[in-house]
C-alpha cells in the first residue's frame, strides 16, 4: 500500500493516532495510555488497563490471540451514556481529540436484526449529536449469522435496512467501516466507532462503485460507508474490502484470485499514503477469511507482499456469501 518511505516531520497535524496489535499470550504486558483495546477471540476473565475493552467474538486464526490497541495522546476519560429511546448504553472512552466507543444490543431484546440495527444506530446518531466528537471517521459492525436468509431478507441486508433507519438521511458524508459476521453466534448486534473533532476525508475507489450507490440488486438499502476515510492526522483508515470490481463480486469459488482482487483494490489509495512519519506506528492489515483452512495460503502471499506490515487474521463470515474474504486496513500518516 506505502508507495513512499520518505520521512518528514509534519508538525501542523494533530497528533497522531498510534494503534498497534498487542499479543495476548500472558507474557505482554499492558502499555501505559490505551485509549480501547479492541480483543479477538473468547478471553473471559482476563484484565486489561485500557479504557475502553471490547472483546469481539472472532476467533483469531495463525498466530496468537491479540489484541488492537488504539492509544490516547493524553489523559482519558471514561463513561457511559444512556439512550432512553432505544434502551440502550453507550460506553466510551475519550481523549482530548478522539473518541472510541461502543454499543452492544440483543437481538432477543429489540425484536431481530432489523430492529436491533435501528436502534443501535439510532442511540450512536443521538450519541453523536451531544459529542464533542462530532465526526465520525470509522466504524466496525458485527453480528450473528450475516448471510442467514434468502433474498432481501438476508440478515446482512435487513441489518443495512435497520441502520439506515437508525441513522436517519441527514448524514453529508460516511466514515469507513466493516460489517461481518461471527461464525459463533452470541445474538449480539455489536457496533463500535472511532470519532474525532475534526472531520476525516472520505475517499471511494475509482475500481469499485461506491457501496452507497449500489444498485438495488444488492439489496433495499445501500450500506453506508465510505471505501477508506483520511484521518485529520493522514491516517489512512480503509474499509473492509473485499474482491468487486464494479458492484460485483468476483472470482467465486477462488480465495487466492479473491486476495490477489482485493489487493488490486487495496492498491486504489496508493496516492493517498502519505510519507511516513518518524514514530509511525506499523501498517496494519485484518483479514477476515471464512474458511480457516484458507488463512496459510493467504497468510503466505500477504506477508510477501507486505513484509513490513503486521496481519492478523481472524475467522469471520463476509457481507456476501461467494465472497471468501475480506481485508481491511490502518495505514499510519
Ligand atoms: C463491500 O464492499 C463489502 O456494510 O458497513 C465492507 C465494508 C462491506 C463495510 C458495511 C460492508 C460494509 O460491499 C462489504
Known amino acids: ?18 494503534v498497534a496489535y498487542l499479543p495476548l499470550d500472558g507474557a505482554t504486558a499492558w502499555p501505559a495510555n490505551v485509549l480501547a483495546a479492541v480483543r479477538f477471540g473468547a478471553r473471559p476473565g482476563e484484565a486489561s488497563d485500557a479504557a475502553l475493552t471490547i ?19 493524553g489523559p482519558v476519560h ?24 461502543v454499543v452492544e444490543l440483543d437481538e432477543r431484546q429489540h425484536g431481530g436484526i432489523l430492529l436491533t440495527a435501528e436502534h443501535a444506530y439510532g442511540a450512536i446518531r443521538r450519541f453523536q449529536q451531544q459529542s464533542r466528537f462530532g465526526h465520525l ?30 441513522l436517519g438521511d441527514g448524514a453529508q ?11 459463533r453466534p452470541d445474538h449480539i448486534v455489536q457496533v463500535f466507532w472511532l470519532a474525532g473533532i475534526a472531520p476525516g476525508q472520505a475517499l471511494e ?13 444488492h439489496g433495499p438499502v445501500s450500506p453506508t460507508f465510505a471505501r477508506a476515510l483520511l484521518a485529520p492526522d493522514q491516517t489512512l483508515l480503509i474499509s473492509g474490502t473485499a474482491s468487486i470490481v464494479g458492484h460485483i463480486s468476483q472470482h467465486h469459488d477462488d480465495a487466492m484470485a479473491q486476495l490477489e482482487e482485493t489487493v488490486r483494490n487495496l ?22 477469511v471464512r474458511d480457516p483452512e484458507l488463512t496459510p495460503s493467504l497468510a503466505e502471499r500477504l506477508h510477501q507482499l507486505y513484509p ?8 469471520a463470515d463476509i457481507c456476501r456469501r461467494e465472497l471468501l474474504l475480506e481485508i481491511e486496513a490502518i495505514v499510519s500518516g
Open 308 to 315: 513490513d506490515s503486521e496481519i492478523i487474521f481472524v475467522a
Open 173 to 183: 458524508s460516511y466514515p469507513s467501516a466493516t460489517a461481518i459476521g461471527r461464525h
Open 78 to 101: 471514561t463513561g457511559q451514556w444512556s439512550d432512553a429511546a432505544s434502551g440502550s448504553q453507550v460506553r466510551y472512552a475519550h481523549d482530548e481529540q478522539h473518541l472510541f466507543a
Open 55 to 73: 472483546d469481539v467474538g472472532l476467533e483469531p486464526l495463525h498466530g496468537p490471540p491479540s489484541a488492537e490497541l488504539w492509544f490516547a495522546t
Open 1 to 18: 500500500m506505502r508507495s513512499s518511505s520518505g520521512e518528514q516531520p509534519i508538525q501542523s497535524l494533530p497528533a497522531a493516532l498510534r
Open 137 to 166: 471517521l470509522r466504524m466496525w459492525n458485527y453480528m450473528d449469522a450475516i448471510n442467514e436468509g434468502a433474498g432481501d431478507l438476508e440478515r446482512y441486508r435487513q441489518f443495512c435496512v435497520g441502520r439506515g433507519r437508525g
Open 205 to 217: 475507489n475509482p475500481r469499485q462503485v461506491s457501496a452507497y450507490h449500489y444498485p438495488r440488486v
Open 267 to 288: 492498491g486504489s489509495f496508493a496516492p493517498h499514503v502519505s510519507p511516513r512519519r518518524p514514530d509511525a506506528s506499523k501498517d496494519l492489515l485484518k483479514v477476515y
